[in-house]
């Protein structure tokens, strides 16, 4: 087997590329985009939504990019006129049986079908079709599920039941009314979910959304901060979501090495405590038996006095600290020189063995 | 960790997670990944999706174990005996890999020796396993192209995880699974920064980078980048300096982020070691059980709410974020530097990234690393310099060892410190469970968490259940000879008959009150795995 690239052109334009790559791989390298819906690069390709359809030369019929290998010397155009239309067309059917309600809608912003519609310029208006008027499935702590808005790209379904194997939800129902449910429309509880979100994650539209994080900003509201996960020692990395100074919502990092945008439920859902109203706000002293709120500089005078003083009393053998396996290594590190340039011991020890 | 160190060279993940998929044989023991570490189970069930065959080691009936070809359901605290039974067969069938053994190890006839008192009939009698699951075990591992071994805290937290941490090595070892990818020995930890916590050096016994502190050229370097003499004397681990604590000779101690009252197994000992101090500094984000002894607490800022790095368990140092400022103003790594400088040690930094420099400088193994190339790349240690591209694969040619040989440890099986008896006929395992973390101090406060897990559960098997007349949802009283808790049952199959289960997130049912004070003499690491119990509805 050698890895002889193969040598193709994209609408004119010469690419190489490895073997296995698709059509859609290789545009991506070569950095010409191609709509998707039911795309995600942690699934096995689908091509059930027909958006990455492009012309290849020779060929009479268009094909998906993300099922269509490349082929040494082909000839790829992906903007033609007829794939433009054919595009539209889906679009406009998709549109067709959606609420089309994008004033209030939580993925505003952040949909896959809006940003095409945008682009293509269908507006929904075309085919007034027989439309779904599903319930809004609200029925646990994180995760809102509306029908109507599901385009059936089987994202969900396949991420739940292909990458985390959960077997949470399917595609239940048959024809016009099929929809991602779980087994007997049950809600989501821990007994048949795992609540990582991951179908969130992958949802194209705002038929998935994250509970907790509704009505909190649009997501060109809030500045995303990259950053690693701070309960397992995975190291998953993901964005925190802020707006006016809070942490409102956690989103995926697709290019994390670690994770590629998977989470559990700790690293999706547990950062209430990052705002909870219990957390210490101030210094406190212990005075006569009570603690009393002190200023920083209080406290820190009265930490340096006495550790001094029972530094001078009993010497170094008799202070230390503990450091921890949840602070950061620069923290750590400066807590083993503390105690080796202040306490003059080795008197160190952090509870990492846990 | 001390275990790998002490076979192989580094107490660290041999390979890394991305390597997984590639995997044809899984070994996991002693781990839940399905829960403890779900993103760690996606790997590893993209290999599963690939066919790759799964040994599971495992007294609880885990997910995987579900799925195993091969489930050895031992008795808790028999690892020893399983994998030098595992290893006998191995040399007896012929399996292992004689070119690796000859050319990259040491100590080979001693385990040889010592493995051959544990044939068949033995370890199923210590373990509980079938013969012919054990065969199986041996021979899948032994013969996979691309073997990997993935152990949990169910190996580290008994009172021999070190000597279980060795045992591992010494299988791969001897079937040469280690030094190529997908292969090696991947440990999960429980916290985050465990992998970071151990490099960056407080401990008594090494600097940053595990340079030791009892060699004079490694503290020669210290006292003249720090400008201060180092003392030559190993330090004293945390339990040490409560027990002193408790004698009254020792007096002052600063905890940053830890609630050893809470997690400490037989936290009776830990509080009463804190309340014997003259003075004690909390630091944290919320009031612990720990806070409660302290005589200063300081407010700690969250991973939201400061820059810095975490190292993760394959060695991967990935940057944190300030995304908001911290709430009380300042981030620990302030505070430190202000304590340091008020007691006469000047220490200015004016961001974290300068301390990594530092840390850079005196640290050979994070030599290469810096903010900078963070932003652009993803390094695992050991990344010596600046050109340095990092390592996924570690030992591919040499070990870190002394002559570059690993070394194989002959081990015993010990058992556990505390053995089921007429009074206390159960054994208590403890855990976790996904939706919680370590004391809870921060999964407890997300409403939609505590909505779906409320309160700690006693897992308990079916047929206990029946013989105990005892059901779903019932409260029983659990007690081991150091207290007693009251809590809810779980009637499931994922713990076997005589064993029982519970987590210790939650500080109204505190299962550390019960575990045993039985420490891994080397490392210190208190036996959370396993103690005996007894069960009762009144
Ligand atoms: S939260 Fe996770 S387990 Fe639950 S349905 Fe979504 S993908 Fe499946
Ligand atoms: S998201 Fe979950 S698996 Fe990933 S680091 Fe956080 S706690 Fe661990």
Aim: glycine letters at 8%; one cysteine or more; aromatic letters at 8%.
């Amino acid at each position: 087997m050698s890895d002889k690239k193969l040598k193709i052109t994209i609408n004119g334009k010469k690419a190489l590329c490895g073997k296995h790559e698709t059509i859609l791989d290789a545009a991506k390298k070569a950095g010409v985009r191609i709509p998707t819906l039911c795309y995600d690069e942690r699934l096995e390709p689908y091509g059930g939504c027909r958006l990455c359809i492009v012309e290849v030369k020779d060929v009479p019929r268009p094909l998906p990019a993300c099922t269509t290998r490349v082929k040494d010397g082909m000839e790829v155009f992906t903007e033609t006129e007829e794939v433009r239309r054919l595009r539209k067309n889906v679009l406009t059917l998709l549109l067709s049986n959606h609420p089309n309600d994008c004033m209030t809608c939580e993925a505003t912003g952040n949909c896959g079908l809006q940003s095409l519609a945008y682009e293509y310029g269908v507006d929904g208006k075309r085919y007034a079709g027989e439309t779904w008027d599903l319930p809004i499935r609200d029925d646990n702590p994180f995760i809102i599920f509306e029908p109507n808005k599901c385009i059936l790209c089987g994202r969900c379904v396949r991420i739940c039941n292909d990458v985390v194997m959960a077997g949470t939800i399917e595609l239940s129902g048959r024809g016009f009314d099929s929809v991602p449910d779980t087994a007997f429309g049950k809600p989501r509880t821990l007994e048949n979910c795992e609540f990582c979100g991951q179908c969130v994650s992958t949802c194209p539209t705002g038929a998935l959304v994250d509970k907790k994080g509704r009505g909190k900003g649009r997501a060109y509201e809030m500045t995303k901060v990259k950053t690693t996960c701070s309960y397992c020692g995975t190291g998953c990395n993901f964005f925190l979501n802020v707006r006016d100074g809070k942490v409102v919502k956690v989103t995926s990092d697709f290019e994390a090495p670690v994770n590629q945008g998977n989470l559990c439920i700790k690293g999706r859902y547990g950062y209430d405590f990052i705002h909870s109203s219990e957390r210490i706000t101030s210094p406190i002293i212990k005075k006569g038996g009570r603690y009393v709120e002190a200023t920083w500089d209080e406290a820190l005078d009265l930490i340096a006095k006495r550790f001094s003083e029972v530094l001078a009393q009993h010497g170094p053998s008799s202070v230390g600290a503990f450091s921890s396996a949840r602070c950061t290594n620069e923290e750590n590190f400066l807590v083993s020189k503390l105690v080796r340039t202040v306490f003059k011991s080795n008197n160190v020890d952090c509870c990492a063995r846990v | 960790m001390a275990g790998l160190a002490t076979s192989l060279g580094a107490g660290a993940a041999t390979n890394s997670l991305a390597q997984m998929p590639d995997i044809d044989t899984i070994f996991l023991f002693g781990s839940n990944p399905t829960e403890a570490h779900p993103i760690v189970s996606i790997h590893l069930k993209k290999a599963l999706k690939k066919g790759a065959r799964l040994v599971v080691g495992d007294p609880r009936q885990t997910w995987m174990a579900k799925r195993a070809d091969v489930w050895l359901n031992l008795k808790p605290a028999t690892n020893i005996a399983l994998i030098n039974g595992i290893i006998n067969v191995i040399l007896e069938k012929g399996w292992e890999n004689k070119e690796f053994i000859n050319k990259r190890t040491e100590g080979f006839d001693e385990l040889r020796a010592k493995v051959r008192e544990y044939d068949l009939k033995t370890v199923e009698k210590i373990t509980g396993v079938s013969g012919n699951a054990i065969v199986e075990a041996a021979r899948l591992y032994s013969q996979a192209k691309n073997g990997m071994i993935v152990y949990g805290l169910g190996v580290t937290e008994h009172n021999s995880g070190t000597e279980n941490s060795m045992a591992i090595a010494n299988l791969a070892l001897v079937c040469g699974q280690i030094g190529r990818p997908s292969t090696g020995i991947m440990a999960l930890r429980g916290q985050n920064n465990v992998q970071g916590a151990s490099d960056l050096g407080p401990l008594p016994a090494t600097f940053p980078g595990y340079q030791s502190i009892t060699s004079a050229e490694a503290r020669e370097k210290f006292e003249k980048a720090w400008g201060v003499r180092m003392s030559p004397e190993i330090g004293l681990k945390s339990v040490e300096m409560l027990e002193r604590a408790c004698e009254g000779k020792f007096k002052g101690i600063f905890i940053l982020g830890e609630d050893p009252a809470q997690t400490d197994p037989n936290v009776h000992e830990v509080r009463k070691a804190l309340d014997s101090l003259e003075f004690l500094v909390v630091q944290d984000i919320f009031h612990t059980e720990t806070t409660k002894h302290a005589h200063v607490i300081l407010p700690g800022a969250s991973f939201a709410e400061k820059d810095g790095t975490f190292t993760n368990g394959e060695r991967r140092v990935q940057r944190i974020r300030k995304a908001v400022e911290p709430l009380a103003g300042r981030a620990e790594w302030q505070v430190i530097c202000e304590i340091a400088t008020r007691m006469g040690y000047p220490m200015h930094y004016t961001h974290p990234s300068e301390i990594m420099d530092e840390i850079a400088s005196l640290t050979p193994i994070y030599g290469g690393i810096s903010y900078e190339r963070l932003e652009k790349e993803s390094l695992q240690w050991p990344c010596p310099t600046k050109d340095h591209p990092g390592t996924t694969t570690l030992y591919t040619d040499l070990f870190s060892r002394p002559g570059g040989l690993a070394k194989f440890m002959a081990l015993d099986h010990k058992g556990s410190g505390e053995v089921p008896d007429s009074e206390y006929p159960y054994v208590l395992v403890t855990g976790r469970i996904r939706e919680h973390y370590n004391n809870g101090s921060m999964t407890r406060r997300s409403p939609g968490i505590m909505e779906l897990v409320p309160e700690e559960l006693l897992e308990i098997n079916a047929e206990d259940a029946v013989k105990l007349k005892i059901k779903n949802g019932d409260k029983v009283f659990v007690s081991s000879r150091r207290g007693k808790i009251r809590v809810k049952v779980r009637v499931t199959d994922r713990s076997q008959p005589g064993n029982v289960f519970l987590s210790f997130h939650f500080p109204e049912a505190l299962s550390n009150l019960l575990t045993s004070e039985h420490k891994d003499p080397i490392t210190g690491t208190p036996e959370y795995k396993a103690c005996a119990v007894k069960i009762a509805k009144k």
